[in-house]
């Protein structure tokens, strides 16, 4: 009997078990493997045997090739119990199944399993997503590959190696992995933005739950604003509220003017209060406005401190890169009235104080203003940030460029639809 | 204690219009071409004698809508997917060869109803086709689809007057509740095929893979399937109400003048006593709408509908080559059901109730994998068939399975 090095998962499911003796015992429906292994290892085999199914040791199991055909022989049909943690059942969580392509970073769905046969066991080891696997699944991948051949030509197959795969979990199948999305993390957030984009509402909602809120607050903000509403309604309000803490005020403000207004309630009120009053100030702003679109997440420092306090204070803040493009100098009153760039404080003495550095002729825009006169400014004097304040001159808020690209791709999509 | 009750009220109304949409666009998009040719077909050749099954077939159409606006709501899946991931390959393979043919005999009719709604203006289908096959297939490359959609779904507003016409004939209301209510059957193959045709024009294939694809796409939450539900019933309520009423119309002018419907302007007739001389005009008008959206809808529905079951790259933001099986299989039918229709001597309004046909007679299957699906406890939760829709849902599969057999042992018998 020829051994068997690997094969394919469409070739055994549903195929008798034979005994030693070779008599029919029963029918392979599905194998369980050990996902706690970098390759997962096959355990278990559900087995139909006289009307009933059961999971059964998969030690006791060979496989092995007779005239081009797989056999499966077991020397005993022993009842095993498996936890729901780290298995994963081959047919019922993975076959036919989207998973992701960590690699490719997309959703693909899955045709076929690849499953390689040591001396210690069963192990997977690839997962088929080329048209080979179809049409093998299809019984049309030999006739076919018989046709093309003279033809030099060949079906294209696709695998894709176990490391690279993330299976994921619908909660509907009750797949439970400890090490769930643990590879997801690893991703860009804009990347596992366009995955999450991909999976139905439910999948959505469940790998979110899953991050971190630091995580869960970037990859919210790539998603695209159904996908973004989706996530924020289905999520629980605690894990909502404090990846929306994370986030940028502006950045809330905008999401949450598109969601339920009942919700945008309920999320910000289970918000921090001082994060939410920001987001309910610029959500009061016509959707046209400066005030709309401005971050109140800016640093701004009193025109007595001197140069030492001032870098003292920026270590202790450490800022996020966008909001120190511009230092904003305000006097007691918190009015705007001068600004200091990096540049500025790193070359002066120590002790000098800002309000000797500061350039006092600074380019600052309204609240209420009208957007298209940011561009005009921003593109005029070629900043990269603009101050915004209220009637009264106060510094309230940064409009950065950033912002504004975004804002004229979006006024640009909306002339082409 | 008012002020609340009306703030619940308002929020209700909110609530049923945050969801409603999918099952009204599809029952409005589902009286294309086809439909209204059946439906004349059915009011000129038998008069009254059917309403009794287009009444019986509004209550399976608002179940198996039903059951595909709650499978997307309690799953957010499409239902290519789910069979996908329900029945494996080889049955995804046959669903999916099915709804290829269903959906492509359909679009061949909708351009076939392009056709006929131009002549009426005396443009010929050899400048008609050929134009409104490469403005569909600019249109979905352009990604403008949504939009156009609404244009579409205005026109075919136009079909309101048949219910004015239905009242201006005058017909003979006894005899119509009658009909409505008690049953009458024929077994002539003509009878039997255009029952089969009014089965498949009012309940199809694409519908479900359409309406469930809607209703995920729009999100709804399982909190308000309740709402959800009130959608797909007003739907089937309205695009059979509009049904009705082109039998009416149909019945009360051209069967009791005994005028069989050869050409579109033969249809457009049923609409004289409401708009004169201009019946042709609006005829044409409404037909060239509904349509026109059928030749969008379908060739976009199936492509998603099967790249989805078998995992090829699709949507509407890759480009042709990031999704070649896609955007081929959109291009294959619009140029394949165009190109049919420019072959010589087709008869266009028989074209169109062949597809209705085959529709009809393909319907079954699909309805067999989503009585599947929809009892699976496993998928739906609690949400599984009620016993009454299982009931009303099989009857209809096995009724038409029995209709299609009499077709079939028909010709046999007559020996």
């Known amino acids: ?417 | 204690m008012a002020q609340t009750t009306r703030s619940t009220r308002l929020r209700n109304i909110l609530l049923i219009l945050s969801v409603i949409g999918p099952g009204l666009v599809t029952a409005t998009a589902d009286n294309d071409a086809s439909g209204i040719a059946t439906y004349a077909m059915v009011g000129s050749m038998f008069g009254y004698k059917m309403l009794w099954g287009l009444f019986l077939i509004t209550i399976s159409l608002a179940v198996i809508q039903e059951m595909a606006a709650r499978m997307g709501v309690v799953t957010g899946k499409g239902l290519s997917d789910l069979i996908r991931e329900n029945f494996g390959v080889k049955m995804t393979f046959f669903a999916m060869v099915t709804l290829l043919i269903a959906n492509f005999t359909t679009t061949v009719g909708e351009f076939a109803g392009i056709a006929a709604s131009l002549e009426i203006f005396g443009i010929s289908k050899y400048i008609s086709v050929p134009l409104t096959a490469i403005f569909v297939w600019y249109i979905i490359n352009k990604g403008s689809y949504r939009k156009t959609e609404k244009f579409f779904l205005g026109l075919m507003v136009i079909y309101v007057s048949y219910i004015i016409s239905g009242f201006l004939a005058k017909p003979d209301w006894k005899e119509v509740f009658k009909n409505t209510f008690v049953p009458s059957f024929s077994f002539e193959p003509s009878f039997v095929l255009i029952f089969i045709a009014m089965i498949g024009t009012t309940i199809t294939p694409w519908m479900q893979f359409y309406l469930q694809s809607s209703v995920v796409d729009k999100g709804v939450d399982v909190k308000n399937l309740k709402y959800q539900r009130w959608d797909v019933f007003l739907g089937a309520f309205w695009t059979d109400f509009i049904a009705f009423f082109i039998v009416v119309a149909t019945a009360a002018t051209l069967y009791k003048h005994g005028i069989n419907i050869e050409t579109a302007e033969d249809a457009a007739k049923a609409l004289q006593p409401f708009a004169g001389k201009y019946a042709s005009s609006l005829f044409a008008i409404g037909l060239f709408g509904a349509s026109l959206l059928g030749a969008h809808i379908l060739p976009l529905s199936t492509a998603y509908a099967i790249t989805e079951a078998f995992g090829f790259e699709n949507g509407l933001d890759k480009k042709f080559k990031e999704a070649p099986i896609f955007y081929g299989i959109i291009l294959l039918f619009i140029v394949i059901g165009a190109g049919i229709i420019l072959l010589p001597n087709i008869p266009l309004i028989k074209l169109m109730i062949i597809a209705q046909e085959i529709n009809g007679i393909l319907l079954p299957i699909i309805l067999i994998y989503m009585l599947k699906l929809t009892n699976d406890k496993e998928i739906m939760g609690e949400y599984v068939n009620s016993k009454l829709f299982n009931v009303i849902a099989w009857v209809t599969v096995v009724f038409i399975i029995i209709l299609t057999l009499i077709l079939l042992v028909q010709p046999f018998l007559n020996i």
Not at chain 1, 364 to 382: A, G
């Open chain 1, 1 to 417: 009997m020829p051994n068997v090095t690997s094969f394919y998962l469409s070739r055994v499911i549903g195929n008798k078990v034979f005994s030693e003796e070779k008599k029919v015992v029963g029918r392979l429906l599905d194998l369980v493997v050990d996902a706690s292994y970098i390759r997962p290892k096959v355990i278990a085999a559900k087995v139909k045997s006289g009307g009933r199914t059961q999971i059964v040791d998969f030690s006791f199991f060979i496989i092995y090739k007779e005239k081009g055909q797989y056999v499966i022989e077991t020397r005993n049909l022993k009842p095993i119990d498996v936890k729901k943690e780290d298995t994963i059942m081959l047919v019922r969580h993975i076959l036919d199944k989207q998973i992701v392509d960590m690699n490719g970073r997309k959703v693909v769905r899955v045709n076929d399993i690849r499953l390689a046969v040591l001396s210690t066991g069963v192990y997977v080891i690839a997962v088929d997503i080329g048209l080979e696997g179809l049409l093998r699944r299809l019984g049309l991948a030999k006739p076919l590959k018989k046709v093309l051949k003279p033809l030099g030509k060949n079906i294209p197959s696709r695998l894709i190696l176990w490391d690279d795969v993330q299976p994921l979990a619908s909660p509907r199948l009750d797949l439970k992995l400890s090490t769930t999305y643990s590879k997801l993390a690893t991703l860009h957030p804009s990347d596992l933005a366009d995955i999450i984009e991909e999976l139905d509402k439910k999948t959505q909602a469940y790998i979110f739950s899953t991050l971190d809120d630091e995580k869960a607050a970037d990859v919210l903000e790539e998603l695209e604003v159904e996908a973004q509403r989706n996530v924020l309604e289905s999520l629980p309000v605690e894990k909502a509220a404090d990846a929306l803490e994370k986030m940028p005020a502006d950045e809330v403000a905008d999401i949450l003017d598109e969601i339920k207004e009942e919700r945008a309630e309920e999320l910000l009120n289970s918000m921090e209060k001082e994060a939410s009053e920001e987001v309910k100030e610029l959500m009061e702003y016509p959707e046209n406005s400066v005030g709309a679109i401005m971050t109140t997440d800016f640093i701004s420092f009193k025109t007595h401190f001197t140069v030492e306090q001032t870098i003292e204070e920026l270590r202790r803040l450490k800022p996020e890169p966008d909001e120190i493009y511009y230092l904003y100098v305000v006097d007691n009153d918190e009015r705007l009235c001068g600004v200091v760039s990096l540049r500025d404080l790193v070359i002066s003495e120590p002790q000098t104080p800002l309000y000797e550095i500061m350039n006092r002729d600074v380019v600052c825009v309204k609240d209420t203003d009208n957007v298209n006169s940011l561009v005009e400014i921003i593109s005029k004097y070629s900043l990269l940030a603009v101050p915004v304040v209220d009637e009264s001159k106060k510094l309230i808020g940064v409009v950065i460029i950033n912002d504004i690209v975004y804002e004229l791709l979006k006024m640009k999509r909306k002339l082409l639809l």
